[in-house]
DNA sequence: GTCATTGTTGAAAGTGCTTTCAGTTTAGCA
DNA sequence: TGCTAAACTGAAAGCACTTTCAACAATGAC
């Protein structure tokens, strides 16, 4: 059998440096205050013993954890992982390390919330695309859990937000410039998960109100509501593709549904951008590799943004909150 | 300014409640033993206190921790992502928390090797597609820290494994019994990242073999290896497919890489799969989206795995250690 | 030679919980 | 009514550290 021996502690050091453990200690994180000589010594014993200091005692002792969790629905997804990996690079460079805490439902989501500040084992919290009650906000605040939410805002706490509005519009008006006449749009309007929040309705007013600025309409035939999957996108994008009079251009509310809008048109035959042109939002990262034109609303960034901010707040916290707004552009590529 | 008031401890509930700590404690861990009044009302002042026991101090206390760690190169790229998502899913059936961490480089990977299964702040430990020296494994083994890897075996440890060179073959086999007669290979056969381990070589070695037995070959020209970066793959299958007698089907080493030979076939004009077939690797989400070809390794199901073995083991440790190997199988789309 | 100062160290308290052990109360039975 | 067993509860130890506080020694100043 392996040995499993257990790992040595502080006392083990201290017994075989022939000092206290307070020494012990005090080498480990202040050498300074330690005499140069006891400190050779301590070093010695703690290279034989191979000793390292329990992350949770010295944790539970310290008050903090260097950890900082993010609770996110969908974490697989590319959006959402893009955004991890925003996170994941700001928080490595600061030695955090990170847990993640995947949401699939309400419930999941009020039990995170209301024991994640109590439990105190981690020194901040990210929130991804999560809705909450003015209760939980004001929980989190008050509970000094520092803070930052991504696509959702709340006075109380940081806020990292992108102008959906605008997004539809841009997408309309570049549409308009390229000379389509017909516009269609495909998008989770009304989706069925609850607890997550949901931009795309938004992105939709942003759209139907430009074209109709710039003197277009947007037919309730043209409007289809899918959920995210694959299947039942394809499925809309079927019917918007097969009607009679098709529509000239699609805005799809996210990357992957465009993604799926091309593979239902190469199937149909038709070719995009002549027959067909097409819009995504994101910016996802194989939104480049297939050449879809989209709104880049820098995921990265929002991710490595927050966890900058939380950082910035871990143990200063009497700055003042930051509410920040990212701006979307426009990438042009070959769908259009 | 806000409260931040502490949370209130066990000891709080204790003075409301008018017992002792132990009995709060006997009501959260092990009801059954105290009186039903008693129990009423030490509940009741949890309620009233809205008590929440602190995670890290129970974990201390019950010297174990609810957490799992994952160690990943690269844990944004799609084949990651989705074994994760595995992992993720298996997790949070058990209540168990994912902590994340990213290795960048072989400093990192010895950082974490050596410190994490001492740290004692996880419970298990899942290690991704990086290879690692007999000694850290034996460290790993020893220490009692229950540990999976996957793409990596040790006789010491749990594996999970694909059969690479297998892999290569199917693909041969596929693209011989599809009518094509001039083979292209094209990956990351040499990568820079000494760290992370690199299946590569095995996917070509099988690839060449099956060829030859068929009688055909898998000339020098027609063999690029590129880097993972879509630059650098784009500008290989440029050259590939630009030469004077291009190849008739191209095997790329993995999915996101047959999207970048994807994208640039469009570029030149050619046509898929009449001026060229492509297979890809991994079957990621959107090798679907594409109608790519490709080799399903079934990430999510390894990930899956893996954690389950995790769990399995964890507070039962004297199972055998279990060596998977995972089935490969092709899954023929629109590029062949 | 005495006093103050500085540098170095150890004892002990604190962190918030679980769990063992022993003591007290209650119930059951003769 | 008295005794025993069962049920319940509290004190205290343990977990592996950090940190405060006080003690001690050495050094230098007067």
Redesign the pocket.
């Known amino acids: 059998m392996t040995a499993q021996k ?9 017994k075989k440096s ?9 080498v ?3 050498p ?8 050779k010594r301590v070093m010695d014993a703690i290279d034989q013993l191979g ?4 992350a ?3 944790a ?4 903090n954890t260097d950890r900082i969790g993010v609770l996110t629905p969908f974490f697989t997804a590319p959006s959402f992982v893009q955004r991890l990996r925003g996170v994941a690079s700001a928080l490595s460079k600061a030695n955090y390390e990170l847990v993640i805490y995947p949401v699939d439902s309400m419930d999941h989501l009020q039990g995170y919330i209301s024991s994640i500040p ?1 439990m ?1 084992n981690i020194d901040g919290l990210i929130i991804m695309s999560l809705s909450m009650g003015d209760q939980d906000a004001l929980r989190l605040s008050k509970s000094g859990m520092e803070t930052v939410l991504i696509e959702y805002s709340h006075p109380q706490l940081n806020s990292i937000l992108i102008d959906d509005m605008n997004g539809g519009r841009l997408v309309a008006e570049h549409l308009i410039k390229k000379g389509y006449r017909s516009f269609a749009f495909l998008g989770d309007i009304e989706p069925p998960e609850r607890f997550a929040i949901h931009p795309i309705k938004s992105r939709l007013t942003g759209y139907k109100q430009a074209l109709q600025d710039a003197g277009f309409s947007l037919a309730k035939t043209y409007i289809r509501s899918a959920p995210y999957t694959a299947m039942e996108t394809r499925q809309a994008a079927r019917e918007l593709i097969g009607l009679s009079k098709p529509p000239a251009a699609i805005f799809a509310a996210s990357d992957m549904q465009a993604m799926s809008v091309m593979k239902v048109a190469r199937e149909m035959g038709k070719r995009i951008p002549d027959d067909l042109a097409l819009v995504g939002f994101d910016d996802i990262d194989v939104a480049e590799h297939v050449d879809l034109t989209t709104i880049r609303q820098h995921l990265d960034e929002s991710g490595r943004l927050a966890a900058e901010i939380l950082l910035s707040r871990i143990g200063e916290s009497e700055r003042p909150l930051q509410h920040i707004n990212l701006p979307l552009k426009l990438i042009e590529r070959l769908t259009t």
Chains 1, 2 share one sequence.
């Not at 257990?6 to 050091?13: A, E, F, G, L, R």
């Not at 022939?18 to 005090?26: A, M, N």
């Not at 300074?32 to 400190?39: A, M, Q, S």
């Open positions: 257990k790992s040595p502690t502080i006392y083990d050091v201290a022939g000092v206290s453990i307070s020494t012990i200690s005090r480990l994180n202040d300074d205050k330690v005499n140069p000589e006891t400190h000793f390292i200091p329990r949770d005692a010295r539970r002792a310290l008050q109590l105190r």
